[in-house]
Structure formats: structure tokens, C-alpha cells
């Protein structure tokens, strides 16, 4: 059974930094063979894409309203992912999930098979 963990999360004021890790576990589950990626969920809203990464690391993709602040990364030997916030905003405030995917990277919510239950960031004013 594949587990996608996320952590990190917490009660931050605007202007801070936070980094989220993505560890993934399971008996054969390894991520160099998934693109990974993070998305968030702000209350009342739907889930939207913040970033993804291919399974070499060298593709890296990011939404429009994280662009210089957030930075994907992956360690495939620690089996984890992360995602480092700088210069946080209250319009991050979110939770968090990280997701893996089959192959090549994507920013489309329903490509990804694997989920993990979220951390939540709050970003306060």
C-alpha cells in the first residue's frame, strides 16, 4: 500500500518561510518512477496546483501565484519530496497535499493516482 505523508505545516506570519516534506512509503514504492507534485486547498475553495517536479528532478513547473516564492525539490534516495514556501502571503493559507504521478510531470489534478492527506499552512497578517 502506497502512504504519502505529508509535514511541515503550521501557524506562520506573512513575510516568513516554511518547508513542506512529502515522504512516501509502501513495499515496492519508489518515487524516481513518479513526477510529483503539491497542491493546496484554501477554505471555501477548490484544490488548485502549486507545483511539480519530473522524476529527474530536471523539469520543474509552478503556478502563476507561486512563482519565485515556492521551490519544489526531491530527494529520490529519501523517497520524499519538497516544498520550500519563502515569503509567505495570507492568500497561502491552505492545506497542502502532495501527489505522485506515473512518468511525465503534469499540472492537472486528475493525472495524479497516489494522494496524501494534507498539511495545513496558515499564513497569518
Known amino acids: 500500500q502506497v502512504q504519502l505523508v505529508e509535514s511541515g505545516g503550521g501557524l506562520v506570519q506573512a513575510g516568513d518561510s516554511l518547508r513542506l516534506s512529502c515522504a512516501a512509503s509502501g513495499r515496492t514504492f519508489s518515487i524516481e518512477n513518479y513526477a510529483m507534485g503539491w497542491f493546496r486547498q484554501a477554505p471555501g475553495k477548490e484544490r488548485e496546483f502549486v507545483a511539480a517536479?519530473?522524476?529527474?528532478?530536471?523539469?520543474?513547473n509552478y503556478a502563476d501565484s507561486v512563482k519565485g516564492r515556492f521551490t519544489i525539490s526531491r530527494d529520490n534516495a529519501k523517497n520524499t519530496v519538497y516544498l520550500q514556501l519563502n515569503s509567505l502571503k495570507p492568500e497561502d493559507t491552505a492545506v497542502y497535499y502532495c501527489?505522485?504521478?506515473?512518468?511525465?510531470?503534469?499540472?492537472?489534478?486528475?493525472?495524479?493516482?497516489?494522494w496524501g492527506q494534507g498539511t495545513r499552512v496558515t499564513v497569518s497578517s
Open positions: 501527489a505522485a504521478k506515473w512518468g511525465s510531470v503534469s499540472g492537472r489534478e486528475k493525472n495524479y493516482e497516489y
Open positions: 517536479i519530473s522524476r529527474t528532478g530536471h523539469s520543474t
